[in-house]
């Protein structure tokens, strides 16, 4: 069975630190791209940050470039995001979902080098978490 499973969430200050993770299971997990999404209330979610399967280059959108640090453990088959100075604009309900590798670039580099927003390809992700909630207070 696959499954992708997000936790760490939880009610946070501004300015604090989440460290979300996500376990996967069923599938070639070191072959797949895994990248974060988030969905704020009201709003249409977003892509957040990538890693890739093959080189573990890293992506981030940019409201969170400098803030946001996303890593692998192949041998866990586990994918954090480590999460700093966390503002309200934050809060969200945070997904975790994975992509089978593009030639030559790489899934993530492709994603988020396009010009377009991240969550422009949501569509294609493979397999994807239940999310985790992060709430960010004032």
């Known amino acids: 069975e696959v499954q992708l499973v997000e936790s760490g969430g939880g009610l946070v200050q501004a300015g604090g630190s989440l460290r979300l993770s996500c376990v996967a299971s069923?599938?070639?997990?070191?072959?797949?791209?895994i990248a974060w999404f988030r969905q704020a209330p009201g709003k249409e979610r977003e892509g957040v940050s990538c890693?890739?399967?093959?080189?573990?280059?890293?992506f981030y959108v940019d409201s969170v470039k400098g803030r946001f640090t996303v890593s692998r453990d192949n041998a866990k088959r586990t994918v954090y995001l480590q999460m700093t100075n966390l503002t309200p604009e934050d809060t969200a309900v945070y997904f975790c979902?994975?992509?089978?590798?593009?030639?030559?670039?790489?899934?993530?580099?492709?994603?988020?080098?396009?010009?377009?927003?991240?969550?422009?390809?949501?569509?294609?992700?493979?397999?994807w978490g239940e999310g985790t909630l992060v709430t960010v207070s004032s």
């Open positions: 979902a994975a992509k089978t590798e593009i030639s030559p670039i790489g899934w993530c580099r492709f994603s988020y080098a396009s010009g377009s927003p991240p969550g422009h390809y949501q569509h294609v992700m493979d397999y």
């Open positions: 069923g599938f070639t997990f070191a072959d797949y791209a």
């Open positions: 890693i890739s399967s093959s080189d573990g280059s890293t």
